[in-house]
């Protein structure tokens, strides 16, 4: 039997409860049996930001996944040189392990501008989609955008309801600026040290 590998990508700059919980869900409706937490290298759209080296942000999901099973943090786009895009990526763990079936995570947010991305082709050639619907952006409102895609190019969307968790990266790097607490925004275990190294 084919292994199902959710792809969970990503800066994590840094990592937080709601991409955990995003795994999580993911992997519990399509019974998925693995979950890479694959931090970008040099992530394109994000340039002119200040991120913390791959190196650390790696580690910091190391020790965010601790002991959740099937979960493991994944270097794949760290090692690589230059920019990084997700039609590569796709394409190179489907040729590292082609009997696997790749289940590419995002926002379902994203769907809208899916057409506007490197290779939308190429990814949904290697990869089916999981968007979560959340807040505003509900099943019913991401349907059109999944089945355009489906259309277009010939690949699988998957729509699943998400709660709508109000965390990001960036609020959690400002509430450390501005010397507030960041309690249970991260896992427990690496507070201390997202606090110290975003300071």
Same mark, same amino acid.
């Given at each position: 039997?084919?292994?199902?590998?959710?792809?969970?990508?990503?800066?994590?700059?840094?990592?937080?409860?709601?991409?955990?919980?995003?795994?999580?869900?993911?992997?519990?409706?399509?019974?998925?049996?693995?979950?890479?937490?694959?931090?970008?290298?040099?992530?394109?759209?994000?340039?002119?930001?200040?991120?913390?080296?791959?190196?650390?942000?790696?580690?910091?999901?190391?020790?965010?996944?601790? /002991? $959740? !099973?099937?979960?493991?943090?994944?270097?794949?786009? @760290?090692?690589?040189?230059?920019?990084?895009?997700?039609?590569? &990526? #796709?394409?190179?763990?489907?040729?590292?392990?082609?009997?696997?079936?790749?289940?590419?995570?995002?926002?379902?947010?994203?769907?809208?501008?899916?057409?506007?991305?490197?290779?939308?082709?190429?990814?949904?050639?290697?990869?089916?989609?999981?968007?979560?619907?959340?807040?505003?952006?509900?099943?019913?409102?991401?349907?059109?955008?999944?089945? /355009? $895609? !489906?259309?277009?190019?010939?690949?699988?969307?998957? @729509?699943?309801?998400?709660?709508?968790?109000?965390?990001?990266? &960036? #609020?959690?790097?400002?509430?450390?600026?501005?010397?507030?607490?960041?309690?249970?925004?991260?896992?427990?275990?690496?507070?201390?040290?997202?606090?110290?190294?975003?300071?």
């Amino acid at each position: 039997m084919s292994e199902k590998i959710g792809i969970l990508g990503g800066t994590f700059n840094p990592i937080h409860i709601g991409h955990l919980m995003l795994g999580v869900y993911a992997k519990e409706n399509f019974g998925l049996d693995r979950i890479l937490v694959m931090p970008a290298g040099n992530p394109y759209l994000k340039e002119g930001q200040m991120i913390l080296p791959g190196e650390q942000r790696l580690s910091l999901c190391e020790k965010a996944i601790g /002991n $959740l !099973e099937g979960f493991e943090a994944s270097d794949h786009e @760290l090692k690589k040189e230059g920019k990084t895009y997700t039609w590569e &990526t #796709m394409q190179e763990l489907k040729e590292k392990d082609p009997d696997a079936t790749l289940y590419f995570i995002v926002g379902a947010d994203c769907l809208q501008s899916f057409s506007s991305w490197v290779y939308p082709d190429r990814i949904l050639a290697n990869c089916e989609l999981i968007a979560a619907c959340r807040g505003d952006v509900t099943v019913e409102k991401a349907r059109p955008w999944a089945d /355009n $895609l !489906e259309k277009k190019y010939g690949g699988t969307v998957h @729509l699943m309801d998400f709660p709508a968790i109000e965390i990001s990266s &960036t #609020m959690i790097r400002d509430r450390i600026k501005d010397g507030k607490s960041i309690r249970f925004m991260v896992p427990e275990s690496i507070e201390k040290e997202i606090v110290r190294l975003y300071k």
